[in-house]
């Protein structure tokens, strides 16, 4: 706290862009972390939000419902795979891998193995900040790392990419068999462990892995839900049907915190055969939230009737236009693009604060980190928008 440069002041925000205190006007090539997936004042989120601010901005989610909250449940559970047919409310991404985890191990407790309790992750893994979900975090390369004594144990791995790291997490899987509950992985992308790709074929090796151990299958879609990879989310993709996944952050189209995760029948049905009327018990203050809800409805009607998904590829091939002269640049050890991510990965690690300011410099807002300097760019960013992120981020590197 004592090196940081002091936060960036934002006044107001306004298309793609935030508008500083002093009145300058910025690319936010961060979409907010992936959350502002229209961008920002979108007016069909704004009026949605406004009207249900007037007619009942919340209630309590415990023994009550409501019709914002019964209509978006039933639009998720039409966009999703069809097993996936079980969904709770959360109030943040996080909170939504504590709830997949609990539903994990209450399914096992169901089945009378109540020792089925810990949980495969992976190299480079990111989960979320509260203690259950870090201690799903790469133990060693997250910003949790500091944390490991105090979290709860559980097994880390590399990605099944060859055979030889396929072996390693069947032989992970068999020997500890008895005390695994759940295998959890972000598909496609790895988000806040370095934007870090891996293929279909890769998720179809855990998924067949955890078919023959009879391990539940946990997809983290926080950050590639709702269009980031090119399809609607990841598990689209790939033609895979987890057991649990969870979503979350453009969620809402970026203007509040919710999340949700989803079950199939096999996990639900553990709890709904519990004669002893257990439920899943887990009650955030604001789960549902009405206002929450509304967004997220006026969000997916922009999907229906603005917004054409073929957009994220084209947004793929431009930042792979844009980033193209960072190949080859000292420091830099990679370039990469998927949907609308894109990456330059650069050794040794970078500058950030420097590279921050000289990037504010040039009208955009980007933050890197570590040895990660990428832009998740709201969907519908302008294309000249689009190339002033990619030029400046092309600039800083090849003048550092």
């Not at 079980?86 to 191990?105: N, Q, R, Y």
């Not at 870090?134 to 490991?148: E, F, I, N, T, V």
């Not at 299958?217 to 987890?242: C, K, N, V, Y």
């Not at 999340?259 to 004669?275: C, G, K």
Request: glycine share 8%.
């Amino acid at each position: 706290m004592k090196t940081a440069e002091p936060p960036l002041a934002i006044a107001a925000t306004s298309g793609c862009e935030l508008i500083t205190a002093d009145g300058r006007r910025l690319v936010d090539g961060m979409a907010s972390w992936w959350a502002a997936c229209h961008g920002y004042n979108h007016p069909q989120v704004v009026a949605a939000v406004r009207e249900q601010a007037a007619r009942m901005p919340h209630v309590m989610f415990g023994g009550i419902t409501h019709e914002p909250a019964e209509r978006l449940c039933q639009r998720l559970l039409a966009l999703v795979d069809p097993t996936l047919r079980h969904l709770f409310f959360a109030d943040s991404g996080s909170v939504a891998i504590e709830v997949a985890m609990k539903m994990a191990v209450g399914y096992w407790q169901r089945h009378g193995r109540p020792q089925r309790t810990q949980f495969v992750t992976f190299d480079h893994a990111y989960h979320g900040d509260t203690t259950g979900a870090m201690s799903l975090c790469d133990p060693h390369r997250s910003m949790h790392a500091a944390y490991g004594k105090a979290l709860s144990p559980q097994f880390h791995t590399s990605l099944p990419v060859d055979a030889a790291s396929d072996a390693r997490l069947d032989e992970l899987l068999e020997r500890h068999r008895d005390t695994i509950a759940a295998v959890c992985v972000e598909p496609l992308i790895q988000g806040a462990g370095g934007m870090r790709f891996h293929d279909e074929s890769t998720v179809h090796r855990i998924a067949a892995a955890c078919h023959r151990h009879g391990v539940l299958l946990i997809f983290d879609e926080i950050a590639t839900g709702f269009g980031r990879t090119g399809t609607m989310f990841a598990h689209q993709q790939l033609e895979i049907s987890p057991d649990i996944t969870c979503f979350g952050k453009a969620l809402t189209a970026g203007t509040m915190t919710m999340a949700v995760t989803l079950a199939n029948d096999r996990v639900f049905d553990a709890f709904w055969s519990d004669d002893t009327a257990q439920a899943l018990m887990h009650g955030p203050t604001f789960m549902a939230n009405p206002l929450a809800c509304a967004a997220a409805l006026a969000s997916l009607d922009i999907f229906e009737t603005e917004f054409d998904l073929d957009r994220v590829m084209q947004t793929e091939h431009r930042l792979w236009d844009g980033l193209a002269n960072c190949i080859g640049q000292p420091g830099v050890v990679d370039v990469r693009c998927r949907g609308a991510v894109g990456v330059v990965q650069m050794d040794p690690k970078v500058d950030v604060t420097n590279m921050r300011s000289r990037l504010v410099d040039a009208g955009v807002w980007l933050r890197p980190f570590g040895d990660c300097l990428y832009t998740t760019p709201c969907l519908n960013t302008p294309w000249p928008q689009l190339d002033q992120i990619t030029e400046a981020m092309a600039d800083v590197v090849s003048s550092r």
